[in-house]
């Protein structure tokens, strides 16, 4: 006689059972502010008709990035519970606050990414992060969190995750951003979170804040299936053009030396050499020019926008690369580019 094949058991979240091959919306309640307005958190829960991980998808811990939000909202439509092994958590928005306001903070100026795991009876970030903590993260065993640059700064398409985390990697190599660059966790993020619960995270950065980027979100959609599909939530091939991402293990951040306006002339995904001119610094009454150059060969994976800065303000991530990697880069952010622009 044949062996049964392992019968799927109901998801609960919050009280609510979600049924195996059924897609159901979960509304969390966080907070409420001082005129009464509810915090609640919005979440779909897709649950397979097979056994598998749990993934957790989230966006808009910072209120004011828009593209994770986009790129949530086309997963919610293209995922079919019937199909689907495990279960799928997505969060479009995690800090509705910021959202609502447009601004990455919450009302007291804190950072969302900065209170976990947060407390029960913290002020209104460490107990959003309690409850996102309790209910969410606790019950996933792989986590994708989806960001943007900071206002007015605009990211490559790229994977933040600690290298040596091997599941991490894994996934990481599986989305198939252009850059994964090493980084360590932060002290109160969701990345320190997840990794002291020993639960893979890696984290997408795109775009720009307040901003949608057609190519950054397009992306981040074929990303995010791709790593459903990696961990065999999903059957099939992998989306997209085949992209081998290259490892960067250190950026470096070039900022103004001088007060002025910024006269740029290199771009994004551009790569650079030593002494190579970056960027004039010009006095607005036309009397002084600065020179800003690389201090390292390496490609720019983030720039700010804005043509002004104050003396000591970022204006250039670099990431750096070994130097027979470099070439490798170069090809590959051009193949990514070509793809989704």
């Not at 049924?19 to 907070?31: N, T």
């Not at 800090?95 to 601004?103: A, E, K, M, R, V």
């Not at 551009?270 to 020019?289: F, K, M, N, R």
Request: overall charge negative; charged content about 25%.
């Amino acid at each position: 006689m044949a062996a049964r094949k392992p019968r799927m058991a109901v998801f609960e979240l919050a009280g609510c059972r979600v049924e195996p091959g059924s897609h159901q919306h979960v509304r969390l309640p966080a907070a409420r502010l001082y005129n009464d307005a509810p915090l609640d958190l919005r979440v779909d829960v897709f649950h397979g008709v097979k056994p598998g991980p749990v993934l957790l998808l989230s966006a808009a811990i910072h209120g004011d990035e828009l593209n994770g939000i986009e790129i949530c909202r086309q997963i919610i439509q293209r995922i079919n519970p019937l199909e689907l092994a495990g279960t799928l958590i997505v969060v479009p928005i995690v800090n509705l606050f910021g959202f609502i306001q447009q601004s990455r903070y919450l009302p007291d100026r804190r950072d969302l990414n900065r209170c976990f795991p947060g407390s029960e009876r913290g002020a209104l970030g460490s107990r959003i992060a309690h409850l996102f903590n309790e209910e969410l993260v606790q019950k996933a065993s792989h986590i994708v969190d989806l960001h943007t640059g900071a206002i007015h700064r605009s990211n490559l398409p790229q994977i933040r995750v600690d290298i040596d985390n091997e599941s991490a990697l894994a996934m990481a190599k599986a989305f198939g951003s252009p850059v994964i660059l090493n980084s360590k966790e932060r002290d109160g993020s969701l990345r320190a979170l997840a990794n002291s619960l020993g639960i893979p995270l890696i984290l997408y950065e795109a775009g720009e804040a307040l901003r949608f980027d057609d190519a950054s979100i397009n992306s981040g959609v074929v990303g995010v299936i791709n790593v459903l599909k990696h961990l065999k939530m999903l059957k099939g091939r992998r989306q997209g053009r085949r992209i081998s991402p290259v490892i960067s293990s250190r950026s470096t951040w070039v900022r103004a030396e001088k007060d002025g306006l910024v006269l740029r002339k290199v771009e994004l995904g551009q790569t650079v050499q030593p002494e190579q001119v970056l960027a004039h610094i010009a006095s607005p009454h036309g009397d002084d020019v600065d020179v800003i150059t690389s201090p390292v060969p390496g490609i720019i994976i983030g720039c700010t926008n804005i043509p002004v800065a104050n003396e000591g303000e970022a204006l250039f991530n670099i990431a750096q690369f070994e130097s027979d990697s470099l070439e490798e880069a170069t090809d590959i952010i051009d193949s990514f580019t070509e793809t989704y622009e």
